[in-house]
C-alpha cells in the first residue's frame, strides 16, 4: 500500500467514523470531540505521521451506563497496516484498561484479527462491547480480574465510585 493510498484509506475511515458518531439511536454510540487530522494535508502529502482522535464513548452495561467516557485513539502512521493503540482519558476501573489507561483488546494486536479492513468504527464498537463484556482471558489489569472474579460485589462497588468521580454526564 503506497502512502498516498494510506492516506486516502484513512480519510474515507475517518469520514466513516464522523458519520457514524452522528448516529443517535445506534446500540454503540461514539461522539467525536476533535480530530488533528487535516483533510488538504492528508490527500495532497506522503508524508505519514501518528494521527489523534478525541472522542466519548456510552457503555451500556448495567454499572457503565452511569457515565460517558473520553478515549484517546493513536492512528499510526502505517493504519491501516498496522491498529492504532487506545487510552481512556476518563479514568475507568475495568479488567481491560491499564493503569496507564491503555485499553487492550485483541482486536487491537497485530495479529491474524487485525488486519487491513478492520476499521475504526469496528475498533469502536470492539471498545463498548469490552467494557460492557468482560473477557477475562484478554484483559491487562490482573489486580482487578482477580477481583472481578472473586469479589464482584467490591469490584462493583469501586467502579461505580470510579464513574461517580470521573465519568462524563451523558447527556
Do not use: C
Not at 107 to 125: C, E, G, M
Amino acid at each position: 500500500m503506497t502512502q498516498l493510498k494510506i492516506n486516502e484509506y484513512l480519510k474515507t475511515d475517518i469520514d466513516k467514523l464522523k458519520l457514524f458518531a452522528s448516529e443517535t439511536h445506534a446500540p454503540v454510540i461514539f461522539k467525536l470531540d476533535t480530530t488533528s487530522f487535516n483533510e488538504d494535508e492528508m490527500i495532497n502529502t506522503v508524508q505519514l505521521k501518528e494521527h489523534v482522535i478525541i472522542g466519548r464513548i456510552f457503555p451500556n452495561s448495567d454499572i457503565f451506563k452511569e457515565g460517558a467516557f473520553q478515549i484517546q485513539i493513536k492512528v499510526p502512521p502505517y493504519y491501516p497496516l498496522n491498529p492504532p493503540k487506545i487510552y481512556f482519558i476518563t479514568p475507568i476501573y475495568h479488567p481491560s484498561v491499564g493503569k496507564d489507561g491503555e485499553f487492550y483488546h485483541e482486536l487491537l494486536l497485530k495479529t491474524a484479527q487485525w488486519t487491513n479492513r478492520t476499521s475504526l468504527v469496528d475498533v469502536i464498537k470492539a471498545i463498548v462491547e469490552r467494557i460492557d463484556e468482560t473477557d477475562l482471558y484478554y484483559s491487562k489489569n490482573h489486580e482487578i480480574i482477580d477481583e472481578y472474579t472473586k469479589n464482584r460485589t467490591e469490584f462493583n462497588r469501586k467502579a461505580l465510585e470510579m464513574i461517580k468521580k470521573h465519568a462524563i454526564p451523558r447527556n
